[in-house]
């Protein structure tokens, strides 16, 4: 009887000193407060292909054409078919936390070789960013803008690649790792990753970037996730900056925006959001249900593909055999370059077979789950733009492409700093091979 009054004890005094920790020790919600913020953040439509597979859980609910992202695909479409159009295709950015070292690299490295006109791509009007491609939109949408000025263009590229260029990990986050995630409630504090977005966009107070995003001739948007009902959401970046009272509050809007695409449950502290109305909303990483926004502007670009060819009186019925109506669509349609800001295969990890472990097992199942829903997004491209031009390019090759980088890394860091650098590295590297960095999706004809 003693023995169990004993265990019974420790067993109760473990738990009060557990539940003691947690309240000392847990983060709690990273939150901003952004006045006016979801005046510039719209629903996410899913598409006509998902919305048809979720015909049973939703209400009847037609395609919008009137928000910002729609408007800005209508008029892409409308501008590629004349001769003069300066900005007419569409740059999506896919998440991958650390590995967005890999598009810094990469754009770095196009913009030298091609000038700071061109930057290895054909003009851009529209970019899309998840996760980390939501913080490479907001450099890109200033080093890919013609209008800007040349320094103000190599200024962006210059916070891009800093921003990738970390020299501990602290200066990202503040790490304690998934086994601690019961008292701090996430595997890392997120507070680093405010401070240095900010420093980004506004390096000892210079908060001209800030003004260039707004003055943008790129629409440019940030997709997440609100945490309660698991609805897609994207906001407008150029709206966030141009309807706020300052810059340096502007700032703090973008910040927002981005940390809320990149707020990866568990892995991240909770971010909220705060806006006119005082209730803060829990955000989740947008790669929680996208990894671009793969169905929303490929199903626009579709539609209004098809509307221009229509006006012109071009129609599968009107122009056989199919190829010739798939060549109208390749050059009504505009390009569509697509970034993934990681691998699409996962390394073997044999050690599974001879151990086990919550932590290693759930790690290893997250990876592979991530990566399937990253490389399915961007097969799906395919499925709602049939014969428009899609140019990818991944970083893959990552561990056999030559490289003066070592691999000194720690593997439990979130953020690698020597891992980051050869990351940077792959993106020159697949900036300047033979070929290009870019290769075309084969068009459904094809396959």
């Known amino acids: 009887m003693n023995l169990l009054l004993c265990i019974g004890a420790v067993l109760l005094g473990e738990l009060v000193l557990g539940l003691i920790l947690f309240k000392i020790f847990r983060r709690g919600a990273l939150t901003f407060r952004i006045d006016g913020f979801y005046t510039h953040v719209m629903d996410g439509d899913p598409g ?57 690299g990469l754009f770095d490295t196009l913009s030298k070789q091609s000038g700071p006109q061109e930057l290895g791509l054909e003009g851009i009007g529209v970019i899309t960013g998840i996760s980390t491609g939501s913080l490479q939109t907001l450099m890109l949408m200033v080093a890919l803008d013609p209008k800007q000025t040349p320094d103000m263009r190599r200024h962006a590229l210059n916070r891009l690649l800093w921003g990738y260029s970390p020299a501990k990990e602290s ?15 996430s595997a890392a504090g997120t507070a680093p990753l405010r401070k240095r977005i900010i420093e980004a966009l506004c390096p000892d107070g210079d908060c001209r970037l800030v003004e260039a995003i707004g003055n943008s001739s790129i629409a440019g948007f940030a997709g997440f996730v609100e945490a309660d009902d698991g609805t897609f959401r994207y906001a407008d970046l150029r709206e966030l900056v141009n309807k706020a009272p300052s810059l340096e509050k502007a700032a703090e809007a973008l910040a927002a925006a981005t940390m809320a695409s990149s707020a990866m449950p568990v892995f991240h502290q909770q971010l909220r959001v705060a806006g006119s109305n005082g209730e803060a909303i829990s955000l989740y990483d947008g790669g929680v249900r996208r990894s671009v926004f793969f169905d929303r502007t490929m199903a626009i670009v579709d539609t209004q593909v098809r509307k221009n060819m229509a ?83 991944t970083a893959d090759q990552y561990d056999s492409f030559p490289s003066d980088v070592g691999e000194n890394f720690k593997d439990a860091e979130m953020f690698k700093p020597a891992f980051m650098a050869r990351l940077r590295d792959l993106g020159r590297y697949k900036a300047e091979r033979a070929g290009g960095a870019w290769w075309p999706l084969s068009t459904l004809s094809q396959v």
């Open 48 to 104: 006509p292909i998902i919305r048809d597979v979720q015909r049973d859980a939703r209400a009847v609910m037609e395609c919008r054409l009137d928000d910002p992202m729609s408007c800005s695909i209508e008029e892409a479409v409308e501008c590629h078919v004349q001769a003069d159009a300066p900005e007419c295709n569409v740059l999506l950015l896919s998440g991958g936390g650390q590995w967005g070292a890999f598009g810094a």
């Open 171 to 185: 200066e990202v986050v503040r790490r304690t790792g998934l086994g601690f995630v019961p008292f701090f409630g």
């Open 311 to 393: 006006s012109r009186g071009l129609t599968k019925a009107s122009m056989p055999p199919e190829d010739g109506f798939a060549e109208e669509y390749r050059r009504t349609a505009p390009k569509v370059y697509v970034v993934r800001n990681g691998p699409t295969m996962r390394k073997p990890a044999p050690e599974l077979n001879r151990k086990s472990g919550p932590l290693k097992n759930g790690q290893r199942g997250y990876d592979l789950l991530v990566n399937e829903s990253e490389i399915g997004a961007i097969a799906a491209l395919r499925l709602a733009n049939p014969y428009g031009e899609i140019l990818l390019t």
